[in-house]
């Protein structure tokens, strides 16, 4: 029996939840879907469904042959889908994803050109602050902000951001204004990273490189909370610099310490590390290079 035609009717029971469902979905019949699994169990040694009257579930080896064999089929389907469009036009879904900030101010902006340009295309823009697993969420590309430690995916850094430590005017005026950053121990600092009692914030001076330990009463994994705490006169802030936006031209937010912040964040492109790229990941990997680069 064909062994793409084993794999496919793998994939479409364990899609479709069963062997009558997938007949469906396929339109074959279920005895051709169940002797195709029945070659494919016969063919790796294993037991790939648990069957009972009732349901068809994975076994643990099972899942494990979906997870590896479901990204090669797709990337099949899409090197046919290529190679068979007369224009080779980026076409279909996309996935992007961006922390919920930076994604709000800088990219959201960005997709009207991004779907006029490439009229094919669909996106799915996905904002949140917390970083997504690529292949578990299928996410075709990841724009961030920051280190990216992720040994299977690929980065295309397109940009830098500096970081700022800012404050409202309001709350200079009602607790003053520290002159070093030493004295941001006697502040209330607002802290990115989620319910921390801490945080150490990076500076240099003449002798090199230093932080302060700072503190304050209120904390949140995002960074809208934050910036949004600063703005109303809450606290001190520190944030790289494209998570402000038009906020710094604000003569109510101030800016302070810049001549001991020199840090910096890349803003990066990351895509799932895979010998075939579809064409609509490189069309919009190459249109958000050249935009947020121009842009930031």
């Keep these: 029996m064909d062994r793409f035609h084993e794999l496919n009717a793998f994939i479409a029971v364990v899609e479709a939840g069963g062997f009558s469902a997938a007949a469906r979905r396929t339109g074959e019949s279920q005895s051709a879907i169940s002797k195709a699994i029945g070659a494919?169990?016969?063919?790796?040694g294993v037991m790939l469904f648990n069957r009972s009257t009732r349901s068809v579930t994975l076994t643990d080896q099972g899942?494990?042959?979906?997870?590896?064999t479901k990204p090669l089929?797709?990337?099949?389907?899409?090197?046919?889908?290529?190679l068979t469009s007369s224009t080779l036009n980026a076409s279909g879904l996309i996935r992007i994803a961006a922390s919920g900030t930076f994604g709000r101010l800088h990219i959201l902006p960005l997709i009207p050109d991004l779907l006029a340009l490439n009229p094919g295309l669909q996106v799915d823009l996905i904002l949140s602050d917390f970083?997504?697993?690529?292949v578990e969420d299928r996410i075709d590309l990841a724009i961030r902000v920051g280190p990216v430690d992720d040994p299977d995916?690929?980065?295309r850094r397109v940009a830098s951001t500096p970081l700022v430590c800012v404050g409202s005017r309001r709350y200079f005026e009602q607790h003053g204004m520290p002159k070093i950053p030493a004295e941001l121990v006697d502040h209330n600092c607002l802290l990115y990273g989620?319910?921390?009692e801490s945080a150490n914030w990076p500076f240099v001076g003449p002798q090199g490189r230093?932080?302060?330990a700072v503190r304050g009463n209120l904390s949140s994994n995002s960074v809208e909370t934050i910036r949004s705490g600063v703005l109303a006169g809450v606290g001190i802030g520190l944030f790289a610099k494209v998570s402000l936006a038009d906020e710094l031209l604000?003569?109510?937010?101030?800016?302070?310490?810049?001549?001991?912040?020199?840090d910096a964040r890349d803003v990066s492109l990351i895509w799932p590390k895979r010998r075939f790229v579809p064409a609509r990941v490189r069309r919009a990997t190459d249109f958000f290079a050249a935009a947020l680069a121009e842009r930031l």
């Design 73 to 82: 089929v797709d990337e099949m389907d899409e090197a046919d889908s290529e």
């Design 194 to 196: 989620g319910l921390i």
């Design 250 to 262: 604000d003569p109510d937010v101030i800016s302070i310490f810049d001549e001991y912040i020199s």
């Design 63 to 68: 899942q494990r042959y979906y997870d590896r």
């Design 131 to 134: 970083v997504r697993d690529m």
């Design 40 to 44: 494919l169990e016969k063919r790796l």
């Design 153 to 155: 995916a690929v980065v």
């Design 210 to 212: 230093f932080s302060v």
